[in-house]
Antibody
Framework: EVQLVESGGGLVQPGGSLRLSCAAA????????MHWVRQVKGKSLEWVSG???????FYPDSVKGRFTISRENAKNSLFLQMNSLKAGDTAVYYC????????????????????WGRGTEVTVSA | DIQMTQSPSTLSASIGDRVTITCRAS??????LAWYQQKPGKAPKLLIY???SLESGVPSRFSGSGSGSDFTLTISSLQPDDFATYHC?????????FGQGTKVEIK
């Protein structure tokens, strides 16, 4: 079964750090771009980082310089290192699968996210 | 940055109704638009990509249309399982933007 399972969320003080993990199963992890998307309770979704199959990384301005996305293909794992956390970073963080890329090229479903994990909750509070 | 505006924010409908949700981009985005369904406490589920392509396994009562800056998600006959929040999403220049969501409630 294709699945993503996040872990590592919890309560952290403002200014603190947290490292989220996402374990992938049921597909060839190293052939997909991977992403983190967060959702403040009751609010909409916000993309917070992406990493390509070649390890290229992308961030929105809201987290650039504070968050670092990485992947360990040998362990089918995705990570998000979050530093200098603020109250506004409080949210459920989802791991999501993006574009498929092989040696023959990339196939994208319109740059959408077709598989999502159940999320891990991060609370930044004193 | 391109902004995505969904309307309405909340929609009340009955079983069997035809439901239409709109997503408007602040500038033309070709067909670079996806739609997701999200139920409370659950992750989003991809319904439509490239504005009108139905994701595998999604019921055919869901359809997407539009190009340029105006897009719609249509549910042809609302079913009990369809009461949820729907989000649109756009990609441009290594950045992904979501709409604010539309909650479909029971009338």
């Amino acid at each position: 079964e294709v699945q993503l399972v996040e872990s590592g969320g919890g309560l952290v003080q403002p200014g603190g750090s947290l490292r989220l993990s996402c374990a992938a199963a049921g597909f060839t992890f190293n052939t997909y771009d991977m992403h983190w998307v967060r959702q403040v309770k009751g609010k909409s979704l916000e993309w917070v980082s992406g990493i390509g199959t070649a390890g290229d990384t992308f961030y929105p301005d809201s987290v650039k310089g504070r968050f670092t996305i990485s992947r360990e293909n040998a362990k089918n794992s995705l990570f998000l290192q979050m530093n200098s956390l603020k109250a506004g970073d409080t949210a459920v963080y989802y791991c999501a699968r993006g574009t498929y890329c092989s040696s023959d090229g990339c196939y994208t479903k319109g740059m959408s996210f077709d598989i999502w994990g159940r999320g891990t909750e991060v609370t930044v509070s004193a | 940055d391109i902004q995505m505006t969904q309307s309405p924010s909340t929609l009340s409908a009955s079983i069997g109704d035809r439901v239409t949700i709109t997503c408007r981009a602040s500038q033309s985005i070709s067909d670079s638009l996806a739609w997701y369904q999200q139920k409370p406490g659950k992750a989003p589920k991809l319904l439509i990509y490239k504005a009108s392509s139905l994701e595998s396994g999604v019921p055919s009562r869901f359809s997407g249309s539009g190009s340029g800056s105006d897009f719609t998600l249509t549910i042809s006959s609302l079913q009990p399982d369809d009461f949820a929040t729907y989000h649109c999403q756009h990609y441009s220049s290594h950045s992904y933007t979501f709409g604010q969501g539309t909650k479909v409630e029971i009338k």
